[in-house]
């Protein structure tokens, strides 16, 4: 099936410090998903990728869509102690599946006050 | 807008009883829920999709007999486990689509099978 390769896996940074991590396939997706998944609780969205090349932000987050429909970033500025958690990228990979989405595996964030 | 709950939170249950977990779109209309399984530490994993007025569509792997679906209302999925057994104990998360690929998650059940 279809995968995502989500990196890096884990990051331990200091408050303050900008973050960047990505998601590559080996297949187009036509739609980006990244959520945040805190302990104990279902993943939120955070910012939702619907174009090539489209960048988007949401507060202090930024997202883009790569050219190729192949890759993503998100960027997070400035992080703070409450950034701490999981951030899945995900999306749909063929269109006509039901909007089945396929999650990466997840960014374990980590900031130290 | 876009919240979906799930109850219960959490539940503990002996082997071999049978448990149902409620999903609910509170502020909008879902035909797709989707079930998830969570395990420690890994990310997602798509168990079925729950199709309003029609059979739950299960992925490779997962019994049906097993984790039974019934999405009976446009707001409203229910995942059922049967005959529990301890390696059924797992997080489980549902979703429900709002717009052509949005998803919005609910906070999740946390089931132990003792």
């Known amino acids: 099936g279809q995968q995502l390769n989500q990196s890096p896996q884990s990051m331990f940074i200091q408050e303050g410090e900008d973050v960047s991590m990505n998601c590559t396939s080996s297949?187009?997706?036509?739609?980006w998903l990244w959520y945040k998944q805190e302990p104990g609780e279902g993943p939120v969205l955070l910012i939702a990728?619907?174009?090539?090349?489209e960048l988007t932000s949401n507060g202090r987050l930024t997202a883009q869509f790569g050219i190729t429909r192949k890759d993503s970033f998100l960027n997070i500025s400035a992080s703070i102690p409450s950034d701490v958690g999981i951030y899945f990228c995900?999306?749909?990979?063929?269109?006509?599946?039901?909007?089945?989405?396929?999650f990466g595996k997840g960014t374990l964030l980590t900031v130290n006050p | 807008g876009a919240v979906v709950s799930q109850h219960p939170s959490r539940v503990i249950c002996k082997s071999g009883t049978s448990v149902k977990i409620e999903c609910r779109s509170l502020d909008f209309q879902a035909t797709t829920m989707f079930w998830y399984r969570q395990f420690p530490k890994k990310s997602l994993m798509l168990m079925a999709t729950?199709?309003?007025?029609?059979?739950?569509?299960?992925e490779q792997g997962v019994e049906k007999d097993k984790f039974l679906i019934n999405h009976a209302s446009l707001t409203l999925s229910t995942l059922t486990v049967t005959s529990a057994h301890p390696e059924d104990s797992s997080f489980y998360i549902c979703s429900a689509k709002r717009e052509v690929t949005e998803q919005f998650f609910g906070p999740g059940t946390r089931l132990t099978v003792l």
């Open positions: 995900a999306g749909p990979p063929v269109v006509g599946s039901n909007y089945k989405l396929t």
């Open positions: 297949s187009i997706f036509n739609t």
């Open positions: 729950s199709n309003e007025g029609s059979k739950a569509t299960y």
């Open positions: 990728l619907y174009k090539a090349g």
